[in-house]
């Protein structure tokens, strides 16, 4: 029994100072294995208490369960140890220095015809528009004829077209939505819309490009006069360009309307005394206009007897260029970032 005893105490020393020695987790697990494991030595001693005589077993016992407790206990310290030691090591190495600088991020800027675009769209909409969009393949049917510009018409030489085959043609006007507008509206009901987007015609210069943007207004109704059309294009060029500027109705010609105006603005850049910008006349041509031609109502379903309208039609490419300075056209569409950049200091 003595010798039990010593035995038991032998191995708790052993392992005692085993599990001191271990550098780390895994080594204490092997610690563990080999003493207080299935087959582990303190635990074949607990297997052969059969051979002990019946006093001697608690006695055994007791002091296998108290070793194997110290033991296991020691472990856990030491695991706890080194699980603390480990998340220190772990932390050291993954800090991340929040002083140091970033990568610069490159931020993108709104493209400067973008920027006119939502200014529009945004102008009109407070006052009741809907914005509308059509196809940039065109049918004649919708560029010219529903215009009241059947073929062979001599005002379809104003515009230079891209025709695809004799019936598509890349529109070379907002005004083909107008048609569209007026076709879509089964119950013939009052319109009031801007159409904003691409049209083609074949230029290039500095102050042309063979693709350009445009925006259309519609409005249709009951007892539309030249004077909605005057205070409408009013507030538009003055919110666009400036709330002093003095406009000049001067009367022109397009199929669609009858009659017609081209607008003028006075020149923003001299106040109207004359400069290179308005090239000395005080005046700078900035939209198409006019009553909707009766004509173009009955082609397409709208009862001239009943209803009048107004349409106006403008170059989003020369508001632009007039708002911010722009003095060649194709810059808009050659996406040099040193062009554009200059854009995103709007945004601050
Ligand atoms: N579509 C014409 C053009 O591109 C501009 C225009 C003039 C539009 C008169 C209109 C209008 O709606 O009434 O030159």
């Given at each position: ?133 059509g196809p940039e393949l065109e049918t004649d049917e919708y560029c010219f004829e529903r215009l009241?510009l059947p073929k062979g018409h001599p005002a379809r030489d104003m515009q230079d077209s891209f025709y695809i085959t004799s019936e598509y043609l890349l529109r070379t006007q907002t005004s083909a939505?107008?048609a ?18 691409k049209t083609y015609r074949r230029d290039d210069?500095?102050?042309h490009?063979h693709q350009f ?42 199929p ?93």
């Open positions: 029994m003595e010798e039990k005893i010593n035995e038991i105490s032998k191995l708790k020393e052993e392992a005692l100072s085993e599990v001191n020695a271990a550098t780390n987790a895994k080594e204490l697990d092997e610690v563990r294995v080999k003493y207080l494991g299935k087959k582990g030595e303190l635990t074949s001693i607990l297997r052969s208490m059969g051979s002990l005589a019946p006093e001697e077993r608690p006695v055994i016992g007791g002091k296998v369960n108290e070793a194997r407790d110290e033991i296991d206990s020691n472990i856990k310290l030491g695991e706890e140890k080194f699980a603390k030691e480990e998340l220190a090591r772990k932390l050291k190495e993954e800090t991340i220095d929040i002083t140091l600088p970033s990568t610069k991020v490159k931020r993108g800027s709104k493209h400067p015809l973008n920027r006119i675009i939502e200014e529009v769209e945004d102008l009109f909409v407070s006052m009741g528009y809907d914005v509308v969009t009241n939505v107008q569209r507008t007026m076709m879509a509206n089964e119950e013939k009901s009052p319109i009031r819309v801007i159409c904003p987007g210069d500095a102050t490009s943007s445009q925006v259309e207004g519609l409005v249709i109704d009951k007892n539309i006069s030249l004077a909605d059309l005057k205070g409408t294009l009013e507030v538009f060029v003055r919110k666009m360009l400036g709330e002093n500027l003095e406009l000049r109705f001067r009367p022109s010609y397009f669609f309307t009858e009659p017609s105006y081209e607008v003028d603005v006075s020149c923003f850049k001299c106040g109207g005394k004359g400069c290179n910008l308005c090239k000395q006349t005080g005046w700078i041509e900035v939209l198409g206009s006019g009553m909707v031609h009766p004509n173009v109502l009955k082609m397409n379903g709208y009862d001239p007897d009943k209803y009048t309208g107004f349409a106006f039609g403008t170059g989003l490419d020369r508001l632009a260029m007039f708002k911010y300075g722009i003095t060649d056209i194709r810059l808009l569409y050659q996406n040099d970032v040193r062009f554009l950049n200059q854009f995103d200091r709007l945004d601050r």
